[in-house]
T-cell receptor, first 114, second 111 residues
Framework: SAVISQKPSRDICQRGTSLTIQCQVD?????MFWYRQQPGQSLTLIAT?????????ESGFVIDKFPISRPNLTFSTLTVSNLSPEDSSIYLC???????????FGPGTRLTVT | GNSVTQMEGPVTLSEEAFLTINCTYT??????LFWYVQYPGEGLQLLLK?????DKGSNKGFEATYRKETTSFHLEKGSVQVSDSAVYFC??????????FGSGTKLNVKP
């Protein structure tokens, strides 16, 4: 199994600023994922972050808006840049671990942009 | 492309009622299928999974069978409890690499 923590758990930010979200895992993992969950909606994959390589972004998401760092096998950050109210969402990191390749999710970061 | 379609919610049931949440998928090849649950104020948790056709995943009284002929993975429970109130997400994945999630179905169980 894996225990994932995220910081901050929530934040209220002003338009035009940026927020960096941290994701810490209690074990080494190869693949980490960042998702966005807009209010009342499903999860949308933003990018896949592998240690030692550039993140792979999904259609509609770009590095300039969502830069990601993955300095080691237990940690990653997602920055949401130049915030607008449309960025108000819950941001989740997840990892896949174990021989069963089970996916675990962090508790999420609730971002509100005013 | 790959996609997952779930029945829209909310679904409201009385305690001990039978639950079905429909899930169908579009995919090429043979994906693995999952149900995740998100309890109020908590993160997503894996509820059950099936990795090949005709497999049945089960956990906590919930079941779902991987039906390739109908491209479905419907979630069922014989007798729901108030504590089952949550949002349920159907998902598919190839090689546990990239996951595609349905829109989620909110279940409300009343005593």
């Amino acid at each position: 199994s894996a225990v994932i923590s995220q910081k901050p758990s929530r934040d209220i930010c002003q338009r035009g600023t940026s927020l960096t979200i941290q994701c810490q895992v209690d074990s080494q993992v190869t693949m980490m994922f960042w998702y966005r969950q807009q209010p009342g909606q499903s999860l949308t994959l933003i990018a896949t972050a592998n240690q030692g390589s550039e993140a792979t972004y999904e259609s509609g998401f770009v590095i300039d808006k969502f830069p990601i760092s993955r300095p080691n096998l237990t940690f990653s950050t997602l920055t949401v840049s130049n915030l607008s109210p449309e960025d108000s969402s819950i941001y989740l990191c997840s990892v896949i671990v174990g021989v069963s390749s089970e996916q675990y999710f962090g508790p999420g970061t609730r971002l509100t942009v005013t | 492309g790959n996609s997952v379609t779930q029945m829209e919610g909310p679904v409201t049931l009385s305690e001990e009622a039978f639950l079905t949440i429909n899930c169908t998928y579009t995919a090429t090849g043979y994906p693995s299928l999952f149900w995740y649950v998100q309890y109020p104020g908590e993160g997503l948790q894996l509820l059950l999974k099936a990795t090949k056709a005709d497999d049945k995943g089960s956990n906590k009284g919930f079941e779902a069978t991987y039906r390739k002929e109908t491209t479905s993975f419907h979630l069922e429970k014989g007798s729901v409890q108030v504590s089952d109130s949550a949002v349920y997400f159907c998902a598919l994945s190839y090689n546990f690499n990239k996951f595609y999630f349905g829109s989620g179905t909110k279940l409300n169980v009343k005593p």
